[in-house]
């Protein structure tokens, strides 16, 4: 089979891609090892947040001011660029606009008032809460918090597959298949299938999730797993707007609400425990932890809670995501949105690897380089 793309992965991120070069007008296989979502994709609370894992300040100290304001503009830009995606095409997956709650963890909120100053320089949008307003106004008991606008919440399984059902309209073929080998030395990318087949194709992204084939050496990624929780509905007892929370911290909480009013939480991250057999028999530990941090963010919440999961995701030393071509392997591109902004990052790599087939770049394919000198840094 010959075509103009081939799209390894059809989760949210290969969804992303396959719409995008569908636009283009380009002709797109995508293959998927299993039925497409179902792995990080369905286990994602998909909290569409433009702030990044690791905090402005710390990102600045680690890249100067103008690399990591740039990375955090684009990100910003990306969740309204996703939204209005979204509404263009008409999709049906529960995304609401919504602003985030980004909350001290500690018991001074200095560095968090440090963080907000540095944001405004960049342009970013965002207002910081002492204690007393942010008690007055959320009824969170918190050193402080910033408030900024810009992010949203969705279904993420719907997104996916809402997507991926636009890009087959548009011609699209998709096929379970997993990939095995792949051949860079034609003009053409050759891609051995572990079914003995093989798929020709002028360009490959590779966006596997966490499954990184070993045609990619990244020294900066690591896996992890998570665990969330979600409660019965209870609309009557969420918090103001139902604003997306997460904590100043390195290991933080999570938080969202949905339409019917149930609260999802998530956090409680492992990069010791990934195997998923180790991983969900941690399951009823890990949501018993989660529901005591639920009632010591949020006493009002009832802990009837409904469901329990877990997943593996990865992440980067820096919080940053690996987007841009693989280097050695000429015509193959790496769409991987790690951490926290996984579904945001996304649809950035749908954007920029969008381009560069098309023959023009930006600066972000450099500062997202999968060979980037990454530095571990903390919040």
């Given at each position: 089979?010959?075509?103009?793309?081939?799209?390894?992965?059809?989760?949210?991120?290969?969804?992303?891609?396959?719409?995008?070069?569908?636009?283009?007008?380009?002709?797109?296989?995508?293959?998927?090892?299993?039925?497409?979502?179902?792995?990080?994709?369905?286990?994602?609370?998909?909290?569409?947040?433009?702030?990044?894992?690791?905090?402005?300040?710390?990102?600045?100290?680690?890249?100067?001011?103008?690399?990591?304001?740039r990375a955090y503009l684009a990100s910003?830009?990306?969740?309204?660029?996703?939204?209005?995606?979204?509404?263009?095409?008409?999709?049906?997956?529960?995304?609401?606009?919504?602003?985030?709650?980004?909350?001290?963890?500690?018991?001074?909120?200095?560095?968090?008032?440090?963080?907000?100053?540095?944001?405004?320089?960049?342009?970013?949008?965002?207002?910081?809460?002492?204690?007393?307003?942010?008690?007055?106004?959320?009824?969170?008991?918190?050193?402080?918090?910033?408030?900024?606008?810009?992010?949203?919440?969705?279904?993420?399984?719907?997104?996916?597959?809402?997507?991926?059902?636009?890009?087959?309209?548009?011609?699209?073929?998709?096929?379970?298949?997993?990939?095995?080998?792949?051949?860079?030395?034609?003009?053409?990318v050759g891609v051995q299938l572990k079914?003995?087949?093989?798929?020709?194709?002028?360009?490959?992204?590779?966006?596997?999730?966490?499954?990184?084939?070993?045609?990619?050496?990244?020294?900066?990624?690591?896996?992890?797993?998570?665990?969330?929780?979600?409660?019965?509905?209870?609309?009557?007892?969420?918090?103001?707007?139902?604003?997306?929370?997460?904590?100043?911290?390195?290991?933080?909480?999570?938080?969202?609400?949905?339409?019917?009013?149930?609260?999802?939480?998530?956090?409680?991250?492992?990069?010791?425990?990934?195997?998923?057999?180790?991983?969900?028999?941690?399951?009823?530990?890990?949501?018993?932890?989660?529901?005591?941090?639920?009632?010591?963010?949020?006493?009002?919440?009832?802990?009837?809670?409904?469901?329990?999961?877990?997943?593996?995701?990865?992440?980067?030393?820096?919080?940053?995501?690996?987007?841009?071509?693989?280097?050695?392997?000429?015509?193959?591109?790496?769409?991987?949105?790690?951490?926290?902004?996984?579904?945001?990052?996304?649809?950035?790599?749908?954007q920029l690897i969008g381009d560069l087939?098309?023959?023009?770049?930006?600066?972000?394919?450099?500062?997202?380089?999968?060979?980037?000198?990454?530095?571990?840094?903390?919040?």
């Amino acid at each position: 089979m010959k075509c103009d793309a081939l799209v390894v992965g059809g989760g949210i991120t290969g969804s992303l891609v396959a719409e995008r070069l569908t636009r283009q007008g380009l002709d797109v296989v995508l293959i998927d090892r299993e039925f497409p979502g179902r792995g990080s994709t369905a286990a994602s609370t998909s909290m569409l947040l433009w702030e990044i894992d690791r905090s402005l300040t710390d990102l600045t100290e680690a890249y100067g001011f103008e690399r990591a304001s740039r990375a955090y503009l684009a990100s910003l830009s990306a969740v309204s660029g996703l939204r209005s995606l979204v509404l263009e095409l008409g999709l049906s997956c529960d995304m609401r606009e919504k602003h985030s709650l980004y909350l001290a963890a500690g018991s001074t909120s200095k560095e968090l008032l440090g963080e907000h100053q540095l944001r405004k320089r960049a342009g970013l949008p965002g207002e910081f809460l002492d204690h007393a307003r942010l008690l007055d106004i959320f009824g969170i008991g918190r050193a402080g918090a910033i408030v900024s606008p810009g992010a949203a919440d969705a279904d993420p399984m719907q997104l996916a597959r809402g997507l991926l059902g636009i890009a087959i309209a548009r011609g699209a073929r998709l096929f379970e298949a997993e990939a095995v080998e792949f051949d860079t030395t034609a003009r053409s990318v050759g891609v051995q299938l572990k079914n003995g087949r093989q798929i020709e194709a002028r360009s490959v992204v590779l966006a596997t999730g966490y499954v990184m084939p070993a045609i990619i050496q990244s020294t900066i990624h690591s896996v992890s797993s998570s665990w969330a929780i979600a409660t019965t509905p209870q609309p009557q007892n969420i918090w103001k707007e139902g604003a997306l929370i997460w904590e100043d911290s390195k290991n933080y909480l999570y938080a969202r609400t949905t339409r019917a009013g149930r609260i999802i939480v998530g956090g409680e991250d492992s990069d010791r425990i990934i195997e998923p057999e180790e991983r969900d028999g941690l399951i009823p530990e890990k949501a018993g932890v989660l529901e005591r941090r639920l009632a010591a963010l949020w006493p009002p919440a009832s802990l009837d809670i409904e469901f329990r999961w877990s997943g593996t995701f990865d992440n980067t030393s820096d919080g940053l995501p690996l987007i841009g071509p693989v280097p050695g392997a000429k015509g193959i591109y790496a769409a991987y949105g790690y951490g926290g902004n996984g579904i945001t990052f996304s649809f950035l790599a749908a954007q920029l690897i969008g381009d560069l087939i098309a023959g023009s770049a930006s600066k972000l394919v450099a500062d997202f380089a999968l060979d980037r000198d990454g530095r571990p840094i903390g919040r």
